[in-house]
């Protein structure tokens, strides 16, 4: 672990810093992330009492049990067009008053259904008042779900306030540059395993050790017959392969980022 990679995970932002202080939440919420899967690529982040969420499919998503009318959000991040990841966003987005944050084309997508959005674009990053949030790129496609634009597909890698860091790759196939994403010193990856439409478990190891994270949680596989994967047996590759730790989620299962 190099002094740079240690220095950044404990300064954090002044704006962030002021963020808690004008906050009345408890120390230890403020202080604390979870990441819960609800199984295929939808993700909830619990950071410094916001809710974050990622690729919000729950109708169709036969992983789940969630529904979309009961669940929380601050924030709606969206990887990409395609539906298994645009899913309830509209409806949740519409009860909530959470706001929307995509690509640029996305955002556009949304907006005009009246919701609330912060368009970001491909290597750029926005501090919120949750943290702050960088848009990576994927190897993938991005069309919505009624055949509109929506540009480039992406990841993205949060810094808690915390400054912990968490890697969202979205859907896409292995490239290099995740070394350059692991340079920053990540915590955690959420990464895809399924194979035929994003990486598979081969590739997904690749990730692993370009990443270097300490911990990664496979999501994406299992959904569908097409990216039906022996998890179990992926992440024992991982362990003898690798120093980084593999959680395996159940969908509704939760893991704390330490
Ligand atoms: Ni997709
Ligand atoms: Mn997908």
């Not at 640029?104 to 919120?128: R, S, V």
Request: charged share 20%; hydrophobic share 40%; with cysteine.
């Amino acid at each position: 672990m190099t002094e740079k990679v240690h220095l950044r995970r404990t300064i954090a932002h002044p704006r962030a810093m002021q963020e808690l202080q004008t906050r009345s939440i408890k120390k230890e919420e403020a202080m604390s992330t979870t990441l819960r899967w609800y199984g295929h690529a939808a993700i909830g982040i619990d950071t410094s009492g916001y809710q974050l969420l990622v690729d919000p499919f729950f109708t169709g998503n036969t992983a789940t049990t969630q529904k979309p009318e009961e669940v929380a959000a601050d924030y709606l991040l969206i990887t990409h067009g395609h539906g298994d990841h645009v899913g309830d966003a509209p409806q949740i987005a519409r009860r909530t008053g959470a706001t929307i944050i995509s690509n640029a084309e996305i955002c556009t997508w949304f907006a005009k259904q009246g919701l609330k959005t912060h368009a970001q674009h491909l290597g750029g990053g926005f501090h919120y008042p949750f943290g702050y949030l960088k848009m990576t790129y994927a190897l993938h496609g991005s069309a919505l779900p009624d055949g509109s634009y929506g540009g480039n597909p992406g990841g993205f890698l949060l810094t808690t306030l915390e400054g912990k860091k968490i890697y969202l790759a979205g859907d896409t196939g292995l490239f290099g540059d995740m070394k350059l994403i692991g340079d920053e010193g990540v915590d955690l990856a959420v990464l895809p395993i399924g194979d035929n439409y994003t990486m598979g478990p081969d590739d997904a190891l690749l990730a692993v050790r370009l990443l270097r994270a300490k911990m990664v949680v496979p999501i994406h596989y299992d959904t569908f017959e097409v990216i039906r994967q022996d998890a179990a047996a992926w992440a024992e590759r991982v362990r003898v392969n690798t120093p980084t730790q593999v959680i395996l989620l159940k969908p509704g299962d939760q893991v704390s980022v330490e």
